[in-house]
């Protein structure tokens, strides 16, 4: 197990990494809002997650699905390749296998991103590569905040195309929990790595957990 709190700090501009952001979902227990459009500190919440990838030095390639323009625009202007998912309504998985196989060569790292988690930090996903580079970026890392399984992951980009090329997906939650001996936990030093809003009492208790940090 790695422990962010005695690993050695290594920055992301080390490896080169990919984010794929998975935006396109249909935010149904949200309600009647999108909840990728609800603002979150004076920016959209999908805005405010893609902006920490990018100031983290990782390139941002976002999957857009359920009311993909609205979500374009709240990204616009941001150095962001966007995928579309025609399946989204499939499901996550969906999204994740458009956002993989979008990807072009030459990358270290892939990063399976959720677009709603507003509490994360640009040091957080530095941190959590540092932990990647630091295993030889052979090992998926997943981290881990007092037990529980957090967001993102980190996957090796040869492991994930060789697992592809079997007719496998190395970047599906069963693959992780069918190959343990891949893994490597991250042991976060604190919750930002388990906290996403999915729903209106998310959202609510959001502001009371973790007071977002000014606009990136």
């Known amino acids: ?15 080169k990494a990919a984010a794929v952001l998975l935006a396109a979902g249909l935010s149904r227990r949200m309600g009647e809002r999108n909840k990728l459009l609800i603002e979150i500190g004076g920016e959209p919440l999908v805005r405010r997650t893609a902006k ?13 699905g359920f009311e993909a323009r609205e979500v374009r625009a709240a990204l616009e202007g941001l150095p962001i390749t966007f995928v579309m998912n025609p399946h989204y309504e499939e499901g996550q998985q969906s999204s994740v296998r458009a956002g993989v196989e979008s990807l072009p060569r030459g990358y270290d790292a892939l990063l399976v991103a959720l677009a709603d988690q507003a509490a994360l930090t640009p040091a957080d996903i530095a941190n959590l590569l540092g932990a990647f580079a630091a295993r030889g970026g052979n090992r998926i890392i997943v981290p881990f905040f007092q037990g529980l399984r957090g967001n993102p992951v980190a996957f090796p980009v040869h492991l994930a195309a060789t697992m592809r090329a079997a007719g496998k997906n190395a970047v599906s939650r069963a693959f992780i929990d069918n190959n343990p001996q891949l893994i490597e936990q991250y042991e976060a030093a604190d919750e930002r790595f388990i906290i996403d809003i999915d729903t209106p009492e998310d959202l609510a208790s959001f502001g009371k957990r973790i007071k977002p940090a000014a606009s990136l």
């Not at 197990?1 to 490896?15: E, F, L, S, T």
């Not at 920490?52 to 857009?64: F, M, N, Q, S």
């Open 52 to 64: 920490v990838y990018l100031a983290a030095g990782v390139d941002v390639h976002a999957v857009l």
């Open 1 to 15: 197990m790695y422990n962010a709190k005695a690993g050695r700090a290594v920055k992301a501009q080390d490896i």
